[in-house]
């Protein structure tokens, strides 16, 4: 096998993922394109890191799925639950009379194990109807679109999507320093194109893009009205916030994230694709700072109650 991708690695991250030799081969093609990205940088620190970051999502399968639960009743009638896996995205659930409302569902590998979690938590889940609210497109965030019965989502998101299913490069490949990383996720974590069936377009006011985070109009469903937002591709196009204005609740995806009480594993997890992806996982790193200090500003004069894409949930 004619790769810089040392051999006796490629095979225990093979074994790992049962890859057959020829997914074996192109996994060790991808880890030779992010090592070409990093060529100024020691290649053993960059093997190292791809190396971990396949093994934190393999230990997280199966047995290995042990989220942080979190729950909490956010005015009379509502109650929200937050499950932080240890590797990939929070997801968020709001229960209310009305129904449920799932935020984001983490990464395709895991969808199962978030499945199971739910209906340990609502065994009646699944007998009604099930929406999913999706922040922003990245693997880690839309794995378990599929699942669900409605999923909501943004032109730009959708617009992502749309690219991947007619062979255009999607809005995290087209950028080639951090395509690499992107298409070895994509082999790690078994992701496909979801198949949009299930997909109601959010959005009746056209974003504007000398707004760092601009309104695109109002989501109601589960008896909540959230206003949503988007941002300028900051961390990555179409990324959106949402906020429900009567509970003080904001869910900001990856706008927003809280490191105060990662585990080490997730701390691990968190830094390496930035590693990987270039220095950054954002597209536009001014273009993100902005629309994090749009969201702060969006806080002030009352108190809310914080949901980020990673970390816990904080209030200010």
């Known amino acids: ?122 065994p009646d889940f699944a007998q009604r109807k099930t929406e999913l609210l999706i922040t922003h497109i990245d693997m880690d965030h839309m794995g378990a679109m599929d699942l669900f019965d409605c999923v909501y989502l943004n032109e730009a998101s959708l617009e992502n999507f749309t690219r991947e299913n007619t062979g255009v490069a999607n809005y995290r490949v087209k950028n080639p320093s951090r395509a690499p990383f992107y298409n070895m996720v994509v082999m790690l974590t078994g992701y496909k194109t979801p198949s949009l069936k299930n997909v109601s377009l959010i959005g009746s006011v056209k974003p504007d893009p000398t707004i760092p985070l601009s309104y695109i109009g109002d989501l109601k469903t589960a008896g909540l009205t959230f206003s949503v937002y988007e941002g300028i591709g900051g961390h990555v196009e179409g990324s959106m916030l949402f906020l429900e204005n009567e509970l003080g609740l904001m869910f900001t995806g990856d706008i927003l994230i809280n490191p105060d009480g990662f585990t080490p594993e997730q701390l691990k997890v968190n830094r390496y694709p930035a590693i990987l992806a270039g220095g950054s996982v954002n597209e536009d790193s001014k273009k993100a700072a902005a629309e994090r200090f749009a969201a702060y500003d969006m806080m002030q004069g009352r108190r809310w109650m914080v949901c980020p894409g990673h970390g816990n949930v904080f209030q200010l």
Not at 4 to 23: G, N, V
């Open 1 to 122: 096998m004619n790769t810089h991708f040392p051999a006796d690695k490629a095979d225990k991250i093979a074994e790992m993922f049962c890859f057959t030799d020829d997914q074996k081969q192109s996994f060790c093609n991808t880890a030779d394109g992010i090592l070409l990205t990093h060529q100024d940088e020691d290649p053993d620190t960059i093997i190292t890191a791809v190396c971990e970051y396949a093994d934190l999502i393999a230990k997280s399968k199966g047995t290995g799925y042990t989220p942080k639960i979190a729950r909490q009743k956010i005015g009379e009638d509502v109650l929200l639950t937050s499950i932080e896996p240890p590797c990939g995205s929070n997801t968020y659930i709001l229960e209310t009379k009305e129904g449920f409302l799932v935020i984001d569902s983490g990464f395709p590998c895991y969808a199962e194990e978030l499945k199971r979690t739910v209906l340990s938590l609502y």
